[in-house]
């Protein structure tokens, strides 16, 4: 499901930073798969946490932390 929700958002181009994230990360030397994953860690962190704390999708905050991968917002000093 995750990787549909990825595959929607690059052929749509909405949001276009989900296409931008991945061709940075694919110029950058990651693998098809790794890209895929670490967008993937950002779709599913944002679906958890609305889930989790009940709230609406955080547009900003979703981006932003496309614009920062490959670091992972949980990963410390990573």
Same mark, same amino acid.
């Given at each position: 499901?995750?990787?549909?929700?990825?595959?929607?958002?690059?052929?749509?181009?909405?949001?276009?930073?989900?296409?931008?994230?991945?061709?940075? %990360?694919?110029?950058?030397?990651?693998?098809?798969?790794?890209?895929?994953? %670490?967008?993937?860690?950002?779709?599913?962190?944002?679906?958890?946490?609305?889930?989790?704390?009940?709230?609406?999708?955080?547009?900003?905050?979703?981006?932003?932390? %496309?614009?920062? %991968?490959?670091?992972?917002?949980?990963?410390?000093?990573?």
């Amino acid at each position: 499901a995750i990787l549909e929700v990825i595959n929607t958002q690059i052929r749509k181009n909405d949001p276009p930073e989900t296409k931008q994230a991945y061709v940075r %990360l694919k110029d950058e030397g990651f693998s098809e798969e790794e890209t895929l994953k %670490l967008i993937g860690y950002v779709v599913a962190s944002e679906g958890f946490t609305v889930l989790k704390e009940n709230r609406s999708y955080d547009h900003e905050k979703y981006i932003s932390a %496309l614009n920062d %991968l490959p670091k992972l917002h949980w990963e410390k000093g990573g």
